[in-house]
């Protein structure tokens, strides 16, 4: 198969990246779709992500001794099981827009978790960058009712959660750069998956969560699909990701938020309160800031 021309690498690099970011800024719409059909998010996910486990482990029957060799490979395991937790199970039960936007706050936490696992001391700008985002968190959580900017439901906690575990998931990726990607990719749908199982069992004991329901093919039929697009969204970035700079990737990963939040608006699955849009905006120029922010220094020569 031929390589495209050089000039076009750069275009399909862009719409690579673009298209994760519609997958994953839309993922809300099946998840809300099998949840109809009796299948709860945190089992269509450990389904979701045990297909995609099982394909990699047979294209790669011994990728498995790298968890041997690079030990931070389960935290990054344990931090995707929180992501995935917290996101698919807030976007389902919650308001889309708010969960989307505590999730976005990884950045933020990204400040604070970098700092005694990767001991990069954060400078003013980080503190700056910092403190605009956790305004935009407390000015989205700030409801009349209470004095005090708490989560006001248990989507807002899973937000929480799915944006701190989204921040460790970024760490130990930078901490795991000599582990082969295919390895990485293993502990995020493993732990990913296992995440979403202990969660499901656990949500079972207190009747938060259904027990996977009679096989019909509407719903096997969506999880085939949702694995077909989370397996394109991944594959979309890694081409987009490898052949762009770390700062345009990010920026351009924020398209998700604008996704997620048109797209629940417009099928009344989220609403844009004032509260919402000002904090939203804090979060979002906190994100931008950051990417814009990673940006290499040039080297004089």
């Not at 936007?101 to 003013?124: C, S």
């Not at 969506?222 to 394109?232: K, R, Y």
């Not at 398209?255 to 509260?275: D, H, I």
């Amino acid at each position: 198969m031929r390589s495209p021309p050089a000039a076009l690498v750069p275009v399909l690099a862009v719409a690579g990246l673009v298209i994760n970011a519609l997958n994953y800024g839309l993922i809300w719409w099946p998840l809300r779709y099998l949840q109809g059909w009796g299948l709860h998010p945190m089992w269509a996910t450990v389904m979701v992500d045990a297909l995609a486990c099982a394909g990699i482990v047979i294209l790669f029957p011994r990728i498995w001794r790298a968890f041997l060799a690079h030990r931070w490979l389960w935290l990054l395991a344990l931090a995707a099981g929180g992501t995935n937790v917290g996101f698919s199970w807030g976007v389902v039960v919650g308001d889309v827009v708010r969960v989307t936007l505590l999730t976005y706050l990884m950045p933020a936490w990204v400040v604070l978790l970098a700092w005694p696992i990767l001991g990069e001391k954060p400078d003013r700008g980080a503190l700056a960058r910092l403190a605009l985002a956790l305004g935009g968190m407390v000015v989205v959580l700030k409801t009349p009712e209470s004095p005090w900017p708490m989560p006001e439901s248990f989507a807002d906690a899973l937000g929480l959660l799915g944006g701190v575990s989204f921040a460790m998931v970024n760490i130990m990726l930078r901490k795991l750069r000599s582990a082969p990607p295919v390895a990485n990719a293993l502990a995020m749908f493993g732990g990913g998956g296992l995440g979403c199982l202990v969660a499901a069992l656990a949500g079972m004991q207190f009747g938060m969560v259904q027990a996977v329901p009679p096989l019909e093919t509407p719903w096997v039929f969506g999880v085939l699909l949702l694995t077909v697009a989370i397996i394109i969204a991944n594959s979309t970035l890694q081409y987009g990701a490898s052949r762009l700079p770390a700062n345009t990737t990010s920026i351009i990963m924020l398209l998700e938020v604008v996704f997620a939040s048109a797209s629940s608006v417009m099928l009344g699955a989220g609403v844009l309160t004032t509260n919402t849009l000002i904090g939203g905006a804090l979060i979002f120029a906190a994100c931008l800031w950051s990417a814009m922010a990673s940006a290499p220094a040039v080297a004089d020569d």
